[in-house]
């Protein structure tokens, strides 16, 4: 099939397109936390000149815990999202884990997102592609890439075909996951384009018994393996200082690496043929 290209506000990914960036935090844990890392990344952005996504959850529903750290919820966070695309003139992607807040985001947000745990929610897929933004279907820990046909179709019945399709690992056992590079390429056989998710792929669902845990000193690793492979954006959840981050801080990337890490990216993704390789 044909490589398609979806615009993400004033990013575009895909077929013959520059590797983009999608990063942020898990979560916004404050107003002041998410606007200094957004203008952080938004610095770095514009020396490197990555195109860049900035991503930040307002609720996140699916906490190992009830009393998980969930975010300021949708009208707070939705305020602080507007706030920072204001000031930073990037384009926001956020998830969203009801199909009545499809809505109120899509009103804020470029991209909204399907969180993996919700693949197979079909009200939910719908309200995502109803909206007319582009959506990101992460691929649930539990699917073959092959099985994304189905999640596809039922964005594409809404007339949506703004959709990018994001690998973030499988399950691999108990509270393990494991990133098969096999599954980009075949994300890649639909047409849309194909993000990596380098951060989560490394988590360790539950593994703290009331948290989820990960390694995330191999995400860079990941990174770079799937940019050799063949992806059209990589996702990275990253903060100023992960080991106070109220969600994920054991797969986080810190910021202070990220600039070292976006270069090596892109000399491996000109190496591997870059834009003009994805595109084929």
């Not at 490589?3 to 895909?14: H, L, P």
């Not at 884990?97 to 499809?102: F, K, M, S, V």
């Not at 933004?133 to 594409?156: C, G, S, T, Y």
């Not at 200082?241 to 491996?268: H, K, M, T, Y």
């Amino acid at each position: 099939m044909r490589a398609r290209s979806v615009s993400v506000g004033s990013v575009v990914i895909g077929a013959r397109r520059p590797l983009a960036l999608i990063a942020g935090p898990c979560v916004i844990e404050s107003r002041s936390a998410c606007l200094e890392l957004a203008e952080r990344l938004a610095g770095l952005a514009r020396r490197l000149r990555i195109p860049w996504v900035f991503k930040a959850s307002f609720d996140k529903a699916n906490r190992t815990s009830a009393d998980g750290f969930r975010g300021p919820g949708l009208a707070k966070g939705l305020e602080i999202l507007a706030e920072a695309k204001a000031r930073y003139g990037m384009p926001v992607l956020t998830d969203v884990h009801a199909p009545e807040q499809a809505g109120p985001a899509a009103e804020v947000c470029d991209a909204l997102q399907l969180p993996a745990f919700l693949c197979r929610q079909t009200d939910l897929v719908t309200a995502l592609g109803e909206t007319g933004r582009a959506v990101n279907l992460k691929k649930a820990q539990f699917m073959a890439p092959w099985d994304m046909d189905r999640v596809i179709e039922k964005v594409e019945r809404t007339g949506n075909r703004r959709i990018l399709l994001t690998e973030r690992g499988v399950s691999f056992g108990y509270n393990t996951l494991v990133a098969d590079m096999r599954s980009l390429l075949i994300l890649r056989r639909t047409g849309y384009p194909v993000v990596f998710d380098a951060t989560h792929s490394v988590q360790r669902p539950g593994g703290g018994g009331d948290r989820s845990t990960g390694d995330g000193q191999w995400a860079p690793a990941l990174a770079r393996a799937a940019v050799a492979t063949g992806c059209d954006a990589v996702f990275l959840e990253t903060h100023l200082r992960p080991e106070r981050a109220r969600s994920d801080r054991d797969n986080a990337v810190p910021f202070r690496a990220l600039g070292r890490l976006w270069r090596v990216l892109l000399a491996i993704d000109a190496a591997a043929g870059g834009p003009g390789r994805r595109g084929r």
